[in-house]
């Protein structure tokens, strides 16, 4: 089946510097969705990207589209202390309406 | 608007016990999921829904049942509970899911003993 990987698992930064995280699918997404989860707290929707190579800006956070529609990367630019908690990817699985969630990168940002 | 609805928000069961977690939403969503989450296993599909009357298996539907007879509402119901299912579940609801993202419940902690 359908496999979404984040790597990596963890990250612990100083407050300050960035941040990337990657996705990366075993099969072609039509799209596919970032959300984060605060500590102790529930998914929040950030963004969808559609369009093959689709780069889009949150303010200090950049996501991005791989040409091949398998992967996909979150960047946080100089990171800070609100940024904290566990950034995943979801995508659909082909034909369904069914979305499959990543595995998750936990970031810790330290002042 | 009240959101995603989930109740209750804590829950200890007995091996074997049965229970139901209600999810209710108020937005009119057509999509309905529930997602299971484990310390390092992130957000796994549990059920979903795509309308009333309509469900369907997500990756690990085994020990659960759904039914949406209505729009609002998305009942997880646990058939005879196993330490295995021990958990967070969250329901989330869309507007339409390949559009929009999802809204998510704020999750129920279950612990099954």
């Known amino acids: 089946g359908q496999q979404v990987m984040q790597i990596p698992q963890y990250q612990h930064v100083q407050e300050g510097e960035d941040f990337t995280t990657y996705c990366n699918s075993s099969t072609t997404l039509s799209n596919i969705q970032w959300y984060k989860q605060r500590p102790g707290g529930h998914p929040v929707f950030l963004i969808q990207?559609?369009?093959?190579?689709e780069v889009k800006k949150q303010k200090r956070l950049t996501f991005q589209f791989g040409e091949a529609k398998k992967n996909s990367s979150l960047h946080i630019t100089a990171t800070q202390t609100t940024d904290v908690g566990t950034y995943f990817c979801?995508?659909?699985?082909?034909?369904?309406?069914?979305?499959?969630f990543g595995t998750g990168t936990r970031l810790k940002v330290l002042a | 608007n009240a959101g995603v609805t989930q109740t209750p928000k804590f829950q200890v069961l007995k091996t074997g016990q049965s229970m139901t977690l209600q999810c209710a939403q108020d937005m009119n969503h057509e999509y309905m999921s529930w997602y299971r989450q484990d310390p390092g296993m992130g957000l796994r599909l549990i059920h979903y829904s795509v309308g009333a009357g309509i469900t369907d298996q997500g990756e690990v539907p085994n020990g659960y049942n759904v039914s949406r007879s209505t729009t609002e509402d998305f009942p997880l119901r646990l058939l005879s509970a196993a330490p295995s299912q021990t958990s967070v579940y969250f329901c989330?609801?869309?507007?339409?899911?390949?559009?929009?993202?999802?809204?998510f419940g704020s999750g129920t902690r279950l612990t099954v003993v």
């Open positions: 990207l559609v369009k093959s190579g």
């Open positions: 989330a609801s869309s507007y339409s899911v390949l559009d929009y993202g999802y809204t």
């Open positions: 979801a995508g659909p699985t082909s034909g369904t309406y069914k979305y499959i």
